[in-house]
Antibody
Framework: QLQLQESGPGLVEPSETLSLTCTVS??????????WGWIRQPPGKGLEWIGS???????YYNPSLKSRLTKSIDTSKNQFSLELSSVTAGDTAVYYC????????????????WGQGTTVTVSS | DIQMTQSPSSQPASVGDRVTITCRAS??????LNWYQQKPGTAPKLLIS???TLQSGVPPRFSGSGSGTDFTLTISSLQPEDFATYYC?????????FGPGTKVDVK
């Protein structure tokens, strides 16, 4: 059974760069039927799409975060990563990595597998 | 960006009630609409994809309908384990967007 696990620091200082990695187990990330993505949820609020990446390295970002975002994928390690620069308190959230279905290969579909989430707090 | 709205934002309900949640997109998204259930402290769970396709293991009391800009999630007979927050999400655009959520709580 496919599992995703986020890893990274729980505390980041303002203006620094947040780096998170998602490790995929029980299946290969090198698969043309899925995208891989990041979603976050500030405390007590709703879900916010961050971005997605395909196994080829193609990326799609939330426009509101695009200037601060870098995503990468390492198929040899079965991992994908997120870097968010110049963080502020507004970036405090639970960050989820996830798998997005692309079975039709026309447009993506639902997010069918989620990591358990990792809490990131931005504070000095 | 495609904006998603949901109504109501809160739905008090009792066990056995029929619950309907609506989701509207700011432009046509065909049937690229997905529904999730989230309980406190846990990751969201995909219930329905492509507007009406029930995911494996999801009870048949959940159903989805709609196309274009207007969509509906229906719980035919609310069970105790269904008290949660429900989100819609469009995947028509590669920049995904979520609705603000509907909290189904105890009346």
């Amino acid at each position: 059974q496919l599992q995703l696990q986020e890893s990274g620091p729980g505390l980041v200082e303002p203006s620094e760069t947040l780096s998170l990695t998602c490790t995929v187990s029980g299946g290969s990330i090198n698969n043309n039927r899925y995208y891989w993505g990041w979603i976050r949820q500030p405390p007590g609020k709703g879900l916010e799409w961050i971005g997605s990446i395909y196994y080829t390295g193609s990326t799609y970002y939330n426009p509101s975060l695009k200037s601060r975002l870098t995503k990468s994928i390492d198929t040899s390690k079965n991992q994908f990563s997120l870097e968010l620069s110049s963080v502020t308190a507004g970036d405090t959230a639970v960050y989820y990595c996830a798998r997005i279905m692309y079975v039709t290969m026309v447009r993506p579909s639902g997010i069918d597998v989620w990591g358990q989430g990792t809490t990131v707090t931005v504070s000095s | 960006d495609i904006q998603m709205t949901q109504s109501p934002s809160s739905q008090p309900a009792s066990v056995g009630d029929r619950v309907t949640i609506t989701c509207r997109a700011s432009q046509s998204i065909s049937n690229y609409l997905n529904w999730y259930q989230q309980k406190p402290g846990t990751a969201p769970k995909l219930l329905i994809s492509a507007a009406s396709t029930l995911q494996s293991g999801v009870p048949p009391r959940f159903s989805g309908s709609g196309s274009g800009t207007d969509f509906t999630l229906t719980i035919s007979s609310l069970q105790p384990e269904d008290f949660a927050t429900y989100y819609c999400q469009q995947s028509y655009s590669m920049v995904f967007t979520f609705g603000p959520g509907t909290k189904v709580d105890v009346k």
